[in-house]
């Protein structure tokens, strides 16, 4: 077993910082010291293997992406990352756990398509991993199947209002779904778009001409985002299951969360960087409205207009914990090949943006300008998914006896986003080209090892292990 010391740096956790030096033994912390303390020997730095110089950094948990798509079969194509591109480029950014989403569709076992994801990640990732099930086929085998999911430490499964067709669950589906929910502890994810109303609309839109990108975000309009918002909220409160709504993009869907949060219901919601920083003017309409360059901004939920204010809405839910994580939801797919099936039609486009790697830079940036503070960064890239997720004491905090996730963040130093630069996705473009961060991920370490080194990588596919995940921890 080896033993590291990070040295001189400022441990940030959700609730404060303090200088303090992190004692690491194998795979663990075993310590938090004041800096000079004496309690384990004069010269602690001298007696271990690794030394790690954090003077002037911030030392923040791993972060946890909870909602990713590696080779995620989508929209006549794959998602392009694997488990091991993928979780790569998620370590590159400070990110030590991800929790993926393993598919069921109509026709299909629930207990086939986790053991088919069990085969894509074994062995392939760099960072621990979990598993949510998408229950995209919601009948009497598949809900039998849904409780032995907590067995296999499989605690949440998402549904969709949106996508007919694909994975779409009715009302019907969606309530009996919420009732094992409710008699397992499963926490139910959302997708909360009415699918079918948007198809209507983007059927017209195409058919009268109006076929670019943009209109992705002229059918999927905020209006059928707050309405399944309300309906899943309501269908929870009806099952007494708990509710975690996924992508949450549109002011008026928060505004549903924090009047369901303010009765006292269990219900929350995640955004992601995509909404907060982009925009259906600027990136969905990049180059007019009928430009394709939008193709590479096509997810679901879609970007929001920034004339009516949803990203400062975003932004504000973040800090009045109205909204209580930010994940990713990344699903790269290449421009070439993949985004261009949509040339001529956004409904063939697929859907989704790759951003694992940049998630812990951007929300640093957050606290750069002033929208949340460093304790609030960690918490809502770290803490809080290992709460919400069933990773509490394991994963989320720097503490003794915690797994040994840690990444050294500089504060001083600068981060340029862009491919060529900080691209280590499988895609041929970045959704977050040009960004510029003020600060930088210096060293990660999973599980006592580091993988990161300034932007050295220097871990190995299979180091990932899968973690059998609790029950949510995060209920009022
Ligand atoms: O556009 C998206 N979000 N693609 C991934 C699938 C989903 O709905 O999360
Ligand atoms: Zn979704
Ligand atoms: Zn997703």
Redesign the pocket.
């Known amino acids: 077993m080896s033993t590291t010391l990070i040295t001189g740096g400022t441990v940030v956790s959700a609730t404060g910082r303090a200088a303090a030096d992190v004692l690491i033994d194998g795979e663990r912390i075993v310590a938090v010291l004041e800096p000079g303390s004496r309690l384990l020997g004069t010269d602690l730095a001298a007696s271990v293997d690794t030394v790690v110089d954090a003077t002037g950094k911030y030392v923040i948990p791993g972060g946890i992406d909870a909602h990713t798509?590696m080779e995620?079969p989508?929209g006549g194509t794959s998602a392009s990352d694997t488990f091991e591109t993928g979780t790569r480029a998620a370590a590159h950014g400070g990110t030590t756990t991800i929790i993926d989403f393993a598919v069921q569709r109509y026709g299909e076992r629930v207990q086939d398509g986790l053991a088919t994801w069990h085969e894509k990640a074994a062995g392939s990732c760099a960072i621990d991993y979990g598993f949510h099930q998408i229950v995209g086929g919601v009948d009497e085998d598949s809900l039998t199947a849904m409780r032995s999911l907590v067995d296999e430490g499989v605690t949440s499964f998402k549904l969709f209002m949106a996508y007919p067709g694909v994975f779409y669950a009715d009302d019907a589906q969606v309530l009996r779904a919420m009732q094992v929910a409710r008699d397992t502890g499963l926490l139910t994810m959302m997708?909360a778009e009415n699918g079918p109303a948007i198809d209507v609309l983007a059927e017209q839109l195409v058919a009268s001409g109006r076929s670019g990108p943009y209109y992705h975000g002229i059918a999927r309009a905020w209006q059928l985002e707050e309405e399944a918002t309300h309906r899943a909220i309501m269908l929870a409160d009806v099952t007494g299951a708990p509710l975690y709504v996924?992508?949450v993009s549109a002011k008026q869907a928060v505004a549903q969360l924090a009047a369901a949060r303010d009765a006292g219901k269990n219900v929350f919601g995640e955004t992601c960087p995509q909404y907060l920083y982009l925009s259906l003017e600027e990136q969905l309409g990049a180059g007019g409205p009928e430009s394709f360059e939008g193709a590479k901004w096509v997810?679901?939920t879609p970007l929001r207009s920034r004339a009516e204010g949803h990203q400062d809405s975003m932004w504000q839910a973040l800090r009045t914990n109205d909204l209580q994580m930010v994940s990713t939801?990344h699903?790269p797919f290449c421009f070439k090949d993949q985004k261009e099936l949509g040339r001529g039609d956004f409904r063939a486009i697929p859907?989704?943006i790759g951003g694992i790697e940049h998630r812990m830079d951007l929300m640093y940036q957050g606290v750069v300008t002033g929208e949340i503070t460093l304790e609030r960064w960690v918490e809502l890239t770290s803490t809080t998914p290992a709460r919400m997720f069933g990773l509490a004491g394991r994963k989320g905090v720097i503490a003794p006896g915690a797994d040994a996730d840690v990444v050294v963040y500089d504060p001083n130093g600068h981060t340029s986003i862009g491919v060529g630069k900080t691209h280590h996705m499988n895609m041929d473009y970045s959704a977050w080209e040009g960004f510029e961060i003020d600060g930088h991920v210096d060293t990660v370490i999973s599980r006592g090892r580091v993988v990161v080194d300034d932007g050295a990588y220097l871990g190995s596919p299979g180091h990932g292990r899968f973690l059998k995940r609790d029950l949510t921890q995060y209920l009022v």
């Open positions: 798509h995620l989508f997708h996924v992508h997810c679901s939801d699903c859907n989704g």
